[in-house]
Nanobody, 124 residues
Framework: QVQLVESGGGLVQAGGSLRLACAAS????????IGWFRQAPGKEREFVAA????????DYADELMGRFSISRDNAKNTVYLQLNGLKPDDTAVYYC?????????????????WGQGTQVTVSS
C-alpha cells in the first residue's frame, strides 16, 4: 500500500506561482512513478505531469510544458509540481497518483493509488 498526501494549493492571482507537494509513504512508495492530474468542475480528470521513480524520466501535457515543472526528492519521498504563470483556466483540484511501475504513465487507469487532492484557484 502507498499513501499520498498533497499540499500547497491555494488562491493565487493570474500570473502567480504555486508549488504543490505530494508526500508518499508506504513500503513501495520509493519505487513508484508519480503523476499529477487535475480536475476542473464539470470536466474529466486530465494528465498534467509525471516522473519515474528515479526522477530521470519526466513527461508533461503538451499544453502545460514550459509553465509547469515536476521534480522529485527521494530522500523525502516527495514529488513537487511547480506551477508558474498561472491562468484562471488552471483552476482545478490537483491530484497526485502512484503507479508501481518504472516508467511514466499518462492514463488515469494506469495508477494504483491516489491522494485526496488539493484545490488551486486562480483569480483573474
Amino acid at each position: 500500500q502507498v499513501q499520498l498526501v498533497e499540499s500547497g494549493g491555494g488562491l493565487v492571482q493570474a500570473g502567480g506561482s504555486l508549488r504543490l507537494a505530494c508526500a508518499a509513504s508506504g513500503r513501495t512508495a520509493s519505487r513508484c512513478s508519480i503523476g499529477w492530474f487535475r480536475q476542473a468542475p464539470g470536466k474529466e480528470r486530465e494528465f498534467v505531469a509525471a516522473t519515474s521513480y528515479s526522477g530521470s524520466i519526466t513527461d508533461y501535457a503538451d499544453e502545460l510544458m514550459g509553465r509547469f515543472s515536476i521534480s522529485r526528492d527521494n530522500a523525502k519521498n516527495t514529488v513537487y509540481l511547480q506551477l508558474n504563470g498561472l491562468k484562471p483556466d488552471d483552476t482545478a483540484v490537483y491530484y497526485c497518483a502512484a503507479a508501481e511501475v518504472g516508467y511514466v504513465v499518462r492514463r488515469t487507469y494506469g495508477y494504483d493509488y491516489w491522494g485526496q487532492g488539493t484545490q488551486v484557484t486562480v483569480s483573474s
